[in-house]
């Protein structure tokens, strides 16, 4: 089970399984250029307080497994992480910026973002019987005079 997190005025456990791919899917993230972005993706993540469970840079995607606190939005930290990523490439690749296919961006528009926690199951449950469940304590912390 997933640890939960404190801060000021939430607890929280917001984990997330994100994968994204270079622009046309190419082949390309591998060597040097799979070291800046797996290095600036554990910068960028440490930066914003998003805690990585994994990552993986693949040839042709990334897969990251993360926990992100409520303050930050997927879209913003996907935002962040692509931009900043392809411009350390460009900067650190200038040989990237002359493909005429690249055209300033490196990865593709899209990502995919899939939400990862406790049991489907027990939380309709739960739900279903908070309110029995809060009138028997209720009942039983009357009976004891504790209110």
């Given at each position: 089970m997933a640890k939960w997190k404190k801060l000021a005025h939430v607890v929280y456990q917001c984990?997330?399984?994100?994968?994204?791919?270079?622009?046309?899917?190419?082949?390309?993230?591998?060597?040097?250029?799979?070291?800046?972005?797996?290095?600036k993706i554990r910068a960028i993540c440490e930066w914003k307080d998003v805690e990585i469970l994994e990552v993986n840079v693949m040839k042709d995607h990334v897969h990251m497994v993360v926990s992100i606190p409520p303050r930050v939005s997927i879209s913003e930290l996907m935002g962040i992480l692509k931009g900043k990523t392809a411009i350390a490439l460009f900067k650190g690749k200038r040989k990237?910026?002359?493909?005429?296919?690249?055209?300033?961006?490196?990865?593709?528009?899209?990502?995919?973002?899939?939400?990862?926690?406790?049991?489907?199951?027990?939380?309709?449950?739960?739900?279903?019987?908070?309110e029995e469940n809060e009138r028997i304590?209720?009942?039983n912390s009357k009976e004891y005079g504790l209110f």
């Open positions: 984990s997330y399984h994100i994968v994204w791919t270079p622009k046309y899917r190419y082949r390309i993230l591998e060597g040097e250029i799979a070291k800046i972005v797996e290095e990237l910026k002359k493909k005429p296919y690249w055209g300033n961006h490196f990865w593709s528009r899209g990502y995919c973002v899939t939400t990862r926690g406790m049991d489907e199951e027990k939380i309709r449950r739960y739900v279903k019987y908070q304590e209720e009942n």
